[in-house]
Each structure stands twice: as C-alpha cells, then as structure tokens.
C-alpha cells in the first residue's frame, strides 16, 4: 500500500501544531490581564491552571496569575501561584521580579517573600536560597543573610560565590575569627582568589603588629595557643615571626594578582620588620611610579 508523502506531511504538521498549542485559556486571560480586565482574567487564569500538567513546566502561566490575583489583593492566593511557579523550574530572576511587583518593590520583603515559598516548597530551596542570601547580603543584612548562605553551603560545600558572602558577612558584624575560617578553606579548595589572600594577609599581620606590643608572655602564649588550633598545629617557631611570614606568603600571592600599591607597602614593612633585606629591596624597587 503507497502513502503520499505530501498528505503525511500535512498530517504531520497539522498534529504538530495541536499538540504544542499554548493552553487555550492562558492566552485569553493573558490578553485580559494585560488590558486591566483583573476580574475576569482571574477567572480564566483558574480555567486555564486546571488545564496544566507539571510536567509542562508552565511558570509562566503562574507568574501571570500571581500577578493578577495581586492586583485584586488576593495576597495568599498570589503567593501560592509564586510557588507554583518556582516548582515548575521560573528563571530566577524572572521570579525575583514578579516578587518585587507583590512587594510592591518594598526590598526587605522579597528575600522574605521568597523565604516562604522555599519553606512551603522545600525542594526549590537549592535554587531560592542563594538568591535571598544575595539579597540580604546586598541590603548589608549580613546577620540574616549568615544562616541562609550556610543553608546553601550545606548542600553545595564548594560554591565559591557564596563562601565568600558567608566569609565577608562574618568580616562585617565583626566576627574575624570565622571569617578567618571561612577564607582558610576558600585557599585550601581554590587557587589564586585575590580576596581570601587579602584578608588573611591582613589577619596575620594584625596579630604580629599586635603581638609586637604584647604586655606579658602569657598574652602572647593564649594568642599563639588559639592560632595553632587553627592552623592545626604547624606553627613551630616564634609566633610573631611566624606570623610576619605568614602575611607576608599571602600577601604575596594578593600582589601578584593585582599589584596594589597599599599591598606593596605593607610587604616592605613586613620584610623590614623581619629584617629580610633582599625582599625589602625587591618590593621598594617595583613601587608604582
């Protein structure tokens, strides 16, 4: 038996088409949403999510009715279609925008906002909490922003991005010592990051400025106590040296990142301090014109 191959062509298309038709009550109420038309997009908003499957993937169906039941002040109702959204995979940003139209662009509402949805769909978590520990960070929240950005650590222990958001949040309220922790494990899983080096260079040389002027012996034993606990016990000779030389490793490594002159001029403190004439020379001799 022949087929013509032009009919099954046509067929092809013809089934083509119907099977990725957009849902049918989507656009109509897309196009009365749009038009101000709330009332009467909400309702085929309601005929057309009955019509989705999640497999589809539709996120866009829900940010629309999100936004529509928002506009009719139905606050709880929009809050669910948001997180029907995120389950159904919303490009973050995207999300974040529909999120700040239901905020009403108030910016401490959104990470919150976003919080809920998270916690009432925990699998969007790995996805929602990296953006609402950014936003906190950036709204400088940092004591906020500290629980969520261990949250993300927890199931991604080596994302970089956001150690160093946890690393530069303790730095802010104060806490050096866990930044201190946070910025050691950065250098021991990533090579050549400019901030980590900065911040531990510093560190090091704080204390030995510190230790410089220690008022009794058992001061500087404490000190040196709580340093080797950190450092895991490879700290064998004098402290104050010790830690001289250890600025000096890690600045080193920030300077030859980005030839800083303020770098540059600690190192050739460090290296006077210690007395190592050949990298006091070398640093004065590559001083910035």
């Known amino acids: ?43 085929l908003y309601g005929n057309a999510i009955k019509a989705d ?7 866009k169906l829900f940010l629309n009715a999100g936004d529509c039941a928002h506009f009719l002040n139905y606050k709880q109702i929009a809050l669910s279609y948001y997180g ?7 490009p973050i940003e995207e999300l974040t ?9 108030d910016l401490s509402c959104i990470p919150v906002t976003l919080k809920k949805i998270a916690q009432k769909h925990p699998e969007t978590q790995s996805y929602l909490y990296p953006e609402i520990a950014t936003i906190l960070f950036n709204q400088s929240e940092y004591i906020m922003a500290i629980p969520v950005l261990k949250e993300c650590l927890n ?4 994302n970089l991005p956001i150690q160093k958001m946890l690393a530069k949040s303790f730095f802010n309220i104060g806490n050096t010592d866990s930044a201190y922790v946070m910025y050691k494990e950065i250098v ?22 510190k230790f410089m002027k220690t008022a009794t012996t058992s001061d ?29 490793e890690y600045l080193e490594k920030a300077y030859a990142i980005y030839n ?26 590559t001083a910035k014109k």
């Open 53 to 59: 499957q999640l497999e589809d993937a539709n996120y």
């Open 188 to 209: 021991e899983h990533n090579s050549d990051d400019y901030d980590s080096y900065v911040f531990l260079g510093n560190y090091y040389y704080v204390i030995a400025n």
């Open 260 to 285: 800083s002159n303020e770098i540059r001029k600690s190192l050739i403190e460090i290296y006077t301090t210690v007395g190592n004439k050949d990298k006091t020379a070398l640093y004065k001799k």
């Open 155 to 158: 199931s991604h222990p080596q």
């Open 1 to 43: 038996m022949k087929f013509n191959l032009s009919i099954l062509f046509f067929l092809f298309h013809v089934c083509l088409a119907v099977f990725s038709q957009d849902n049918p009550y989507q656009s109509h109420a897309d196009k009365l949403f749009h038009s101000g038309e709330y009332e009467r997009a909400f309702r």
């Open 97 to 105: 925008k529909h999120i700040a139209t239901y905020c009403d662009n």
């Open 84 to 90: 029907l959204s995120a389950l159904r995979n919303a």
């Open 220 to 248: 500087e034993k404490r000190v040196k106590s709580a340093l080797l606990r950190k450092d895991d016990g490879k700290m064998n000779t004098d402290t104050t040296t010790e830690c001289y030389h250890k600025a000096g």
